[in-house]
């Protein structure tokens, strides 16, 4: 099924290759309508949600609803609803299309699946959510892996938490990672990977994805970095042992951060110099933006504000242009962290405070924070 793409920057709407212009309030209505879709909301639901900051009357409400419809009306299929005595609601129904044979054969799925690898390897978030959203124009299944992804970097907590029909080890993986986006206590973090870790809890791949990477950074957040340190051989053994030649960088940036926060600098220098020529052959979006945010809080462990505060800024624009709102919002917490532990009142604190607030506030997850808590506890609660 197609899907609405919001372009805040210039507040469009794209469904397929059609693009709607907006302007700013009907763009902030149209996104909350339909990501709270086939829900009713009255006209002061939508005026405190909506325009928080703002004081509309009622006939604003109406005033938008009017002139959205008027727009909307070359997609059929998307319609905004009046509740007699109510409000409004909005319904999406999938656009009556063509069957493309293209659909059931074998050799375009498998070229398309290795052209959406191909992205995941690069970074290129936005290039698969535009490839995905053009499945029947083109004539092909997504993936089920890559369906699930894609909910993923997008930061669509509520999908996960809903997401009953996916096995709950490969749930479980995702609904963690995702936790660690809503800027969660360490030690809290720490437990719950543990005990996924301890229990098996999770798929084979994503247990040892878990094992020789995610939770290494966890360690050194909850202020254990030498724990993920000694760590360290294994992972390197599993990666060359199994091969895993996706996994070289990122674990290289795992070990970079682990060696800031336990100050061991000149490990971290041999790590960035080595991170430097890889990047160079193989420049990934996903591991540049990261790689610039590490070698941010190097910079700030050796005073050089202006240096780190320009490489947060670059690994940040990079994780955005990768679309990959939970790496963002993971960033932001250890810079955050990072600052409050070592660095108090440092002005540029409340810069990355702000940002992180403004995503939040756009992607909606820190409200999900208590449902996260309580299926991750469930998963783990036989424990």
Known sequence: MGRLIFEPSGYKVKWGVETLELLAKEFALLQFLYHHRERAFTRDQLLDQVWPMEFPVERTVDDHIYRLRKKLGVWRH????????????????????????????????????????????????KSMLVLATQ????????????????????????????????????RLYWLLLLYRGVNPEP????????????HRLLSPQEHREMKILNILEVYADA????????????????????ELSGFVMPVAIMEMYVYVLAGEL?????????LG???????????????????????????????????????????????????????????????????????????????????DQKHGLSKHKRSLEA?????????
């Open 277 to 359: 020529s890889l990047l160079r052959d193989a420049p990934y979006l996903r591991e540049i933006g990261r790689f610039r945010i590490v070698q941010g809080l190097l910079n700030l462990r050796r005073g050089r504000e202006q240096e780190a505060e320009q490489c947060f800024d670059e690994g940040l624009d990079v994780l955005e242009m990768s679309l990959n709102v939970p790496l963002r919002m993971i960033s932001l917490s250890q810079i955050m962290r990072y600052i409050a532990h070592n660095y108090p009142g440092l002005e540029m604190a409340r810069k990355y405070a702000l940002i992180y607030e403004s995503l």
């Open 187 to 198: 030690q809290q973090m720490l437990h719950y990977c543990q005990l996924a870790v301890a």
């Open 375 to 383: 299926i991750i506890g469930r998963a783990l609660s036989i424990f």
């Open 266 to 274: 000149e490990q971290a220098d041999a790590v960035s110099e080595r």
């Open 78 to 125: 998307i319609q905004i609803n009046t509740v007699r005595g109510y409000g409004y609601s909005l319904t999406v129904k999938e656009p009556k299309s063509m069957f493309n044979p293209s659909v059931a054969d074998r050799d375009v799925n498998t070229s398309m699946r290795e052209i959406f690898k191909k992205y995941h390897l690069f970074g290129q978030g």
């Open 135 to 170: 499945q029947d124009i083109l004539g092909f299944e997504v993936d089920p892996f890559y369906a699930v992804y894609l909910k993923f970097i997008q930061g669509d907590i509520a999908w996960f938490l809903e997401a009953e029909d996916l096995p709950m080890e490969t």
């Open 223 to 242: 202020g254990l970095a030498l724990e993920a340190m000694k760590r360290f051989e294994e992972t390197r053994k599993t990666v060359e042992a199994e």
